[in-house]
Each structure stands twice: as structure tokens, then as C-alpha cells.
């Protein structure tokens, strides 16, 4: 018995990687990654033939069908990292935050002129980004002003160029974590983009803590403002009210990732457990204010920084315990980033 | 900790001291902020072999400092998107001034003075519109708020004058951010950084871009060497996958170089320099990666690597009188190949030169 806690204490008290970092990677890519793009493809290419079929603003199926779309990538969206940053297919899914208008100048843009781009998959890739994704998604069909715009005729097609563009992209992005992007990860070299199985491990573990930071500094931060002037215009995907809906399912993607990657390390593990699933009480407190516009008001506030703050908490585990029990802490400045 | 009582403190204590210059303070060749053991922050001098002269508290963490020309006063700027930067008398850590961001601006973390120390400038975002911009302070007058202009540019961050005194040279990173969103990153698919001179008035002179490709190598940092050359470095925000280049040279009125290597010696830089120098014989320029453990040396003139310096979150680096001087998170102090001090603190990224007293 000694001999074991003996045992068990040397194991607690040895480095990091005594741990088994390739397992690891392993584990997230077939648990994690793949699947969430795979399950994206499915929700975009539904997305694109519901679109095909029913093209109104105000089609239920549509509507339906984009939200699912939109649930799919959130689940995903923190992998900002190999095939999603080739050729901006990660902005071109979610142009968010745009925070000069570029979306709606570039939609109005493309309906007043009836684009031809529209009716063609190539030319309508190399439009402005601004009109591709679930944001463009979004005001064609949910904004007043540019579900009214033009003819019915040329939006209708419109739509359909922005769920096929979608269901591209997607299927873009799958293709290469099957064909090549999952393989550099599980085997680091010299010439590739990950020289140690730990490098990779330190990119899943950057996606969790910058999918954290997004949620609590952009997704909550932007409509929070400051007190004296709070910015609920400013809430992501506020038109179709999933801005609340958004964080809900990026936490959980994000809390099965962190699951993961504290497979290994016990009692990391169950403190992020436990902090996950605090925030995520937290979010559902929220549930009779699907796009934040609470933040002007006391309580609709301070119900939106309480769960900022657990978020928080969440990343400081996460940077704190996890990241030094896995042995990829950046150092003071590796970290900083300016 | 410094509280605010302390500060209080040593802002009564400041109007009693007359200013004096740099040798009252050790004669320090280098400013750097720095993290201590207790987990608070400070601002030290420190000299060409690595002695730390003075040390004096700040109240959060550091970014870059400007060390005024002739008297023994430093700037400390908060990291961005601080709002306030605090003027230090080094000699007893007295805070002479606080200096605000006006109404919807941040400071970036840089400022450099003017020649004759009369004036600060500061890079800047006024981050409604998202636009960078350059503060103008007086100093005489108690480093009072006296105007701004276009920096020409998204995200300007460091920036340094010209050996004429004249003109700025101001590193627009082109990273649009908004302090409700700490540091998250608006609009990488559409950034496009550039090197602008300004005169010291606001006056545009002179526009350098980076070839299309490039237009995601966020230019963040310089160096100037005294017959006018700058060097940039560059930090890059495109695919993990591509790996470009991420120093370079210009000169007014010349087209830009960028310094290449191999790909693998890019590559070893993680796509990251956070800091960049001249040495003092003018015949090298430098850029440090914190991510990449390394240092890389060029040689201007042939334009190649002479040296790459393994050191484990290196970042800081000035120059030395023929190389370098680097500091590190680890609390490392030294020149390149050689005997490194070792200080109980952690460097901070940069490493400020204070110009040699006459």
C-alpha cells in the first residue's frame, strides 16, 4: 500500500511528459476535430439543399436549417488554426466582428447591381469576403433592411450562392484535415508546420484558451461596452438572436476539448469540469435574453459579467494549472503577443 | 505593490529634487520593464554588462519605456490598450507625471521623444473609428496634451525619429483592435500594415507597403541606425504553413528589402519577431523570437544570417557597441555568444537604449 502511494506520488511529482503527448493529439483530432467538421459538412450541405428548395427570408426549413448550419460551426470555430486559416475560409464562414459594416455595404452592393457572381461558384468565391457566411446568412435573412432590398428574384439567389459557398468552404476544410492536415499533427517533423508532438499539443491548447478568450473578450465584451455606455447593438448575430446561442455552443465544444486535453491530469480535469459547468448554469440564466440587449440595464448586466467572469476563471485553470501540468506555458514574452 | 498612497508619495517627493541627468542614476545604457519573483512589476536600468543600476516600481505590468535624452526620466507605458502611461524620475522611482489617453484613444506601448527632450510622442488608437494616431505631449509644460495626427495608418505601434530630428518613422501594424475586445483581432482577411514617415508636425512624406502577399506581416517594430537606415520586424498573422520573412530594411525614398534566409530559419522564428536592433557599429541588424528561442543576426550590407542565438524567451535586445545586448523572460542579460547574467526577474519584451550622454 505505502509502495503505491509512493508510486502514485513520484507519478503526480513527475514532469509533465512522463505524460503521453501523442495520445493526446490523437484523441482530440478523432474525438474533437474530426467529428465537428464532419458533423459541419453535414449541417452545411442540408443548409444548401434546404436553400435550393425554399429560398423566402421568412421560410421556417431556411431558417431552421441556418441555425443548425450556424450551431455546426460554433462547435468548431476555435480551430483557428491549419485548414481553417488557408485562403480565409474561417472569416469566410463568420465575418464577425465587422466593425466597419463591411457585410451589409457588400450585400446592398451585390443587389443593386444583381451581381452575376451570384449565379456563378467561382466568381461569387471571389467576392468580398464580407458577403460570404453565416453573417451574410444572416442579414439576407433576418435584417429589415436588406431582406427588402431588390428583387425577391435576385436575393433568392443570392442565398443560394451564400449556403453553396458555405457547404464549399466546409467541405474545403474537412478535406484537408482528412487528407493531410490531421497526419502533420499526429507526425511532427522537422519541415512541418509542428516539430514536436508537444508543438502540436501547444496549438490545440492556444485554440482552447483563444476560443475562451473570444467568447468572454468579443462575444460578451463588444455588447457589454462600458457602463456608462453599453453596446447591446453590438452583440454578434443579434438579428437572428443566437448571440447568446453562440457562446452556449461554443462553451460546450470548447469544455469537451478541455476534457481532452486534461486526460491525462486528474485533478486539472475535474476543476475544469466544475468550471464549465458553472458557466454553463450561468448561461442558461440568461436564456430570456437571447441577444443581450439586457446589458443596459442593472441586473440584465450584471447577469451578462457574471458569466464574462466565469469564463474567466475557466481560462485562468486552463492557463494556470492546465497549461503548466502539460508542459506548454509560453514563456513571459512568447506569451505576450505585441 | 505600489499603492496608491506610495504613488501619492512619491509625487510629493518628485518637486524636491531638482532633475538631473543620467549619471545620477548609474549611467545606465538600457531601460527594460520587468517582472519580480513576488509577482509586481518594475522599470530598471541597466548597463552594457548587465548590471542593474536602479530599479523602481510600477503599478502593472510594462511594455516599452522612452528614455528622455538628457535627464534622468523615463516614460513607462502600460501594455496596450493601457490608458495611461506614468513619467518615472529614475532616481527615486517619483512619479513627475501621469500622462492620460485623451477620450476614445489607448496607448499602444511606445513613444519616443524629440531631440531636444521637449517633446513626447506617442503611438495611439483612436479606437472608435479604428484609426491610428500619433500624440503630441509637451514636456515642458508638464507633459501636457498639445495635439495628434494621423499615423498613417491601423495599429501604429513603435515608432522612432530620424537622425535629422525631423521626420518620424512610425510602424503601422495594421491590426485593427477595440479595447472592449482586449486584444482580439478585427479584420486580419483586410489589414495592411506600413511603414510611414511623418514630419514632426503630422505632415505625410513618405508610404511603404509590403508586397500583396505580405499584406499579413504586421509591421510592429523598429530600428534606426544614425545615417537614417531603419530596420523593421515583423510579426506574421497569415497560415502557420507559410513561413516569409520578418525583418527589414528601408531607406527614404528606396525600395524596401526584405531579409531572407532559408525557410527552415524562418521557420525556427515561429512566424514571431518581437523585437529588433542595429548594432552600434551599424553592420548588423537583429530580431529576437520569444516564441522561437532564438535570436537571428543579418548582415546589412550582403543581406544575409550570419548567426542564429538559441536562448529560451529571448525578446528584449538593444545594441551593443559591435553587436548585441539581449534580455530575456527567464531574467538572462548579455551579449550574443557569451556569458549570460543571470537577474531574479523576468525582461520584459524591449530592451531601451538610452542615447550615449555628451
Same mark, same amino acid.
Given at each position: 500500500?505505502?509502495?503505491?502511494?509512493?508510486?502514485?506520488?513520484?507519478?503526480?511529482?513527475?514532469?509533465?511528459?512522463?505524460?503521453?503527448?501523442?495520445?493526446?493529439?490523437?484523441?482530440?483530432?478523432?474525438?474533437?476535430?474530426?467529428?465537428?467538421?464532419?458533423?459541419?459538412?453535414?449541417?452545411?450541405?442540408?443548409?444548401?439543399?434546404?436553400?435550393?428548395?425554399?429560398?423566402?427570408?421568412?421560410?421556417?426549413?431556411?431558417?431552421?436549417?441556418?441555425?443548425?448550419?450556424?450551431?455546426?460551426?460554433?462547435?468548431?470555430?476555435?480551430?483557428?488554426? $491549419?485548414?481553417?486559416?488557408?485562403?480565409?475560409?474561417?472569416?469566410?464562414?463568420?465575418?464577425?466582428?465587422?466593425?466597419?459594416? =463591411?457585410?451589409?455595404?457588400?450585400?446592398?452592393?451585390?443587389?443593386?447591381?444583381?451581381?452575376?457572381?451570384?449565379?456563378?461558384?467561382?466568381?461569387?468565391?471571389?467576392?468580398?469576403?464580407?458577403?460570404?457566411?453565416?453573417?451574410?446568412?444572416? =442579414?439576407?435573412?433576418?435584417?429589415?433592411?436588406?431582406?427588402?432590398?431588390?428583387?425577391?428574384?435576385?436575393?433568392?439567389?443570392?442565398?443560394?450562392?451564400?449556403?453553396?459557398?458555405?457547404?464549399?468552404?466546409?467541405?474545403?476544410?474537412?478535406?484537408?484535415?482528412?487528407?493531410?492536415?490531421?497526419?502533420?499533427?499526429?507526425?511532427?517533423?522537422?519541415?512541418?508546420?509542428?516539430?514536436?508532438?508537444?508543438?502540436?499539443?501547444?496549438?490545440?491548447?492556444?485554440?482552447?484558451?483563444?476560443?475562451?478568450?473570444?467568447?468572454?473578450?468579443?462575444?460578451?465584451?463588444?455588447?457589454?461596452?462600458?457602463?456608462?455606455?453599453?453596446?447591446?447593438?453590438?452583440?454578434?448575430?443579434?438579428?437572428?438572436?443566437?448571440?447568446?446561442?453562440?457562446?452556449?455552443?461554443?462553451?460546450?465544444?470548447?469544455?469537451?476539448?478541455?476534457?481532452?486535453?486534461?486526460?491525462?491530469?486528474?485533478?486539472?480535469?475535474?476543476?475544469?469540469?466544475?468550471?464549465?459547468?458553472?458557466?454553463?448554469?450561468?448561461?442558461?440564466?440568461?436564456?430570456?435574453?437571447?441577444?443581450?440587449? $439586457?446589458?443596459?440595464?442593472?441586473?440584465?448586466?450584471?447577469?451578462?459579467?457574471?458569466?464574462?467572469?466565469?469564463?474567466?476563471?475557466?481560462?485562468?485553470?486552463?492557463?494556470?494549472?492546465?497549461?503548466?501540468?502539460?508542459?506548454?506555458?509560453?514563456?513571459?514574452?512568447?506569451?505576450?503577443?505585441? | 505593490?505600489?499603492?496608491?498612497?506610495?504613488? &501619492?508619495?512619491?509625487?510629493?517627493?518628485?518637486?524636491? !529634487?531638482?532633475?538631473?541627468?543620467?549619471?545620477?542614476?548609474?549611467?545606465?545604457?538600457?531601460?527594460?520593464?520587468?517582472?519580480?519573483?513576488?509577482?509586481?512589476?518594475?522599470?530598471?536600468?541597466?548597463?552594457?554588462?548587465?548590471?542593474?543600476?536602479?530599479?523602481?516600481?510600477?503599478?502593472?505590468?510594462?511594455?516599452?519605456?522612452?528614455?528622455?535624452?538628457?535627464?534622468?526620466?523615463?516614460?513607462?507605458?502600460?501594455?496596450?490598450?493601457?490608458?495611461?502611461?506614468?513619467?518615472?524620475?529614475?532616481?527615486?522611482?517619483?512619479?513627475?507625471?501621469?500622462?492620460?489617453?485623451?477620450?476614445?484613444?489607448?496607448?499602444?506601448?511606445?513613444?519616443?521623444?524629440?531631440?531636444?527632450?521637449?517633446?513626447?510622442?506617442?503611438?495611439?488608437?483612436?479606437?472608435?473609428?479604428?484609426?491610428?494616431?500619433?500624440? !503630441?505631449?509637451?514636456?515642458?509644460?508638464?507633459?501636457?496634451?498639445?495635439?495628434?495626427?494621423?499615423?498613417?495608418?491601423?495599429?501604429?505601434?513603435?515608432?522612432?525619429?530620424?537622425?535629422?530630428?525631423?521626420?518620424?518613422?512610425?510602424?503601422?501594424?495594421?491590426?485593427?483592435?477595440?479595447?472592449?475586445?482586449?486584444?482580439?483581432?478585427?479584420?486580419?482577411?483586410?489589414?495592411?500594415?506600413?511603414?510611414?514617415? !511623418?514630419?514632426?508636425?503630422?505632415?505625410?512624406?513618405?508610404?511603404?507597403? &509590403?508586397?500583396?502577399?505580405?499584406?499579413?506581416?504586421?509591421?510592429?517594430?523598429?530600428?534606426?541606425?544614425?545615417?537614417?537606415?531603419?530596420?523593421?520586424?515583423?510579426?506574421?498573422?497569415?497560415?502557420?504553413?507559410?513561413?516569409?520573412?520578418?525583418?527589414?530594411?528601408?531607406?527614404?525614398?528606396?525600395?524596401?528589402?526584405?531579409?531572407?534566409?532559408?525557410?527552415?530559419?524562418?521557420?525556427?522564428?515561429?512566424?514571431?519577431?518581437?523585437?529588433?536592433?542595429?548594432?552600434?557599429?551599424?553592420?548588423?541588424?537583429?530580431?529576437?523570437?520569444?516564441?522561437?528561442?532564438?535570436?537571428?543576426?543579418?548582415?546589412?550590407?550582403?543581406?544575409?544570417?550570419?548567426?542564429?542565438?538559441?536562448?529560451?524567451?529571448?525578446?528584449?535586445?538593444?545594441?551593443?557597441?559591435?553587436?548585441?545586448?539581449?534580455?530575456?523572460?527567464?531574467?538572462?542579460?548579455?551579449?550574443?555568444?557569451?556569458?549570460?547574467?543571470?537577474?531574479?526577474?523576468?525582461?520584459?519584451?524591449?530592451?531601451?537604449?538610452?542615447?550615449?550622454?555628451?
Amino acid at each position: 500500500m505505502r509502495l503505491l502511494a509512493l508510486t502514485a506520488s513520484l507519478l503526480l511529482s513527475q514532469p509533465a511528459w512522463a505524460l503521453d503527448p501523442a495520445t493526446l493529439v490523437d484523441t482530440a483530432i478523432d474525438a474533437h476535430v474530426l467529428p465537428g467538421f464532419a458533423a459541419l459538412t453535414e449541417a452545411t450541405g442540408t443548409l444548401k439543399n434546404t436553400a435550393a428548395q425554399d429560398c423566402a427570408s421568412d421560410s421556417s426549413a431556411l431558417r431552421t436549417a441556418y441555425h443548425q448550419g450556424f450551431d455546426a460551426w460554433m462547435a468548431v470555430s476555435h480551430l483557428r488554426f $491549419g485548414p481553417t486559416e488557408e485562403g480565409e475560409r474561417a472569416f469566410s464562414m463568420a465575418f464577425w466582428p465587422d466593425t466597419k459594416g =463591411f457585410t451589409p455595404k457588400a450585400l446592398s452592393r451585390l443587389i443593386a447591381a444583381e451581381d452575376s457572381a451570384a449565379v456563378d461558384e467561382e466568381a461569387f468565391a471571389e467576392v468580398s469576403i464580407a458577403a460570404h457566411g453565416f453573417f451574410a446568412l444572416e =442579414f439576407l435573412l433576418y435584417d429589415d433592411r436588406i431582406q427588402t432590398l431588390g428583387s425577391d428574384a435576385y436575393r433568392c439567389t443570392l442565398i443560394q450562392a451564400v449556403t453553396n459557398d458555405i457547404d464549399r468552404n466546409a467541405t474545403e476544410i474537412l478535406n484537408d484535415w482528412q487528407n493531410g492536415y490531421a497526419d502533420l499533427m499526429r507526425t511532427p517533423s522537422e519541415d512541418g508546420p509542428y516539430t514536436t508532438d508537444l508543438a502540436a499539443v501547444a496549438e490545440l491548447f492556444k485554440a482552447l484558451d483563444t476560443g475562451l478568450q473570444f467568447n468572454a473578450d468579443a462575444r460578451l465584451g463588444r455588447p457589454l461596452g462600458t457602463f456608462d455606455k453599453p453596446r447591446p447593438l453590438r452583440a454578434e448575430a443579434r438579428r437572428s438572436e443566437r448571440s447568446l446561442q453562440n457562446i452556449s455552443v461554443s462553451l460546450e465544444a470548447l469544455e469537451q476539448l478541455a476534457a481532452l486535453m486534461a486526460a491525462q491530469t486528474p485533478s486539472q480535469a475535474d476543476g475544469l469540469t466544475a468550471a464549465f459547468s458553472l458557466t454553463l448554469g450561468q448561461a442558461t440564466e440568461l436564456e430570456n435574453d437571447p441577444a443581450f440587449a $439586457g446589458v443596459s440595464d442593472i441586473q440584465g448586466r450584471l447577469r451578462v459579467e457574471i458569466l464574462q467572469q466565469y469564463i474567466g476563471n475557466i481560462r485562468d485553470i486552463v492557463l494556470q494549472e492546465l497549461g503548466p501540468a502539460l508542459d506548454v506555458s509560453a514563456g513571459f514574452n512568447a506569451l505576450d503577443g505585441d | 505593490m505600489v499603492t496608491r498612497r506610495r504613488m &501619492l508619495a512619491g509625487l510629493a517627493a518628485a518637486s524636491l !529634487l531638482p532633475r538631473a541627468g543620467w549619471s545620477s542614476v548609474g549611467t545606465p545604457n538600457y531601460l527594460s520593464a520587468a517582472r519580480a519573483p513576488d509577482g509586481t512589476y518594475l522599470l530598471a536600468g541597466l548597463t552594457s554588462i548587465g548590471d542593474i543600476t536602479f530599479t523602481i516600481p510600477l503599478p502593472a505590468r510594462g511594455h516599452a519605456a522612452a528614455a528622455h535624452p538628457e535627464r534622468a526620466e523615463a516614460v513607462a507605458f502600460a501594455r496596450r490598450p493601457g490608458t495611461f502611461a506614468l513619467v518615472l524620475d529614475c532616481r527615486d522611482g517619483a512619479i513627475i507625471n501621469t500622462l492620460t489617453a485623451p477620450e476614445g484613444r489607448h496607448f499602444y506601448g511606445h513613444g519616443t521623444f524629440s531631440t531636444d527632450g521637449n517633446t513626447l510622442f506617442t503611438s495611439e488608437n483612436s479606437y472608435e473609428v479604428g484609426e491610428g494616431v500619433i500624440g !503630441l505631449w509637451d514636456v515642458t509644460q508638464n507633459y501636457t496634451r498639445i495635439g495628434e495626427f494621423s499615423s498613417g495608418g491601423i495599429g501604429p505601434h513603435d515608432l522612432k525619429l530620424l537622425p535629422d530630428g525631423q521626420t518620424l518613422v512610425v510602424a503601422n501594424g495594421g491590426i485593427e483592435t477595440h479595447p472592449d475586445m482586449g486584444r482580439s483581432k478585427l479584420n486580419i482577411p483586410v489589414m495592411e500594415p506600413n511603414l510611414s514617415y !511623418l514630419s514632426t508636425n503630422g505632415t505625410p512624406l513618405e508610404q511603404v507597403t &509590403l508586397p500583396p502577399a505580405l499584406h499579413k506581416n504586421s509591421i510592429r517594430h523598429l530600428a534606426v541606425r544614425p545615417d537614417g537606415l531603419v530596420a523593421f520586424a515583423m510579426q506574421w498573422q497569415g497560415p502557420k504553413t507559410e513561413a516569409p520573412p520578418l525583418l527589414g530594411l528601408h531607406r527614404r525614398n528606396a525600395t524596401v528589402d526584405l531579409l531572407t534566409a532559408t525557410e527552415q530559419a524562418h521557420r525556427a522564428m515561429q512566424g514571431y519577431a518581437g523585437s529588433v536592433a542595429i548594432s552600434g557599429d551599424g553592420h548588423f541588424a537583429a530580431i529576437t523570437s520569444p516564441r522561437g528561442n532564438l535570436a537571428q543576426v543579418f548582415d546589412i550590407k550582403t543581406g544575409a544570417l550570419i548567426v542564429s542565438h538559441k536562448l529560451d524567451d529571448v525578446c528584449g535586445i538593444g545594441p551593443a557597441q559591435t553587436g548585441f545586448f539581449l534580455t530575456t523572460g527567464t531574467g538572462l542579460v548579455g551579449r550574443i555568444r557569451a556569458e549570460k547574467r543571470e537577474h531574479p526577474l523576468q525582461w520584459d519584451n524591449h530592451l531601451i537604449a538610452i542615447a550615449p550622454q555628451a
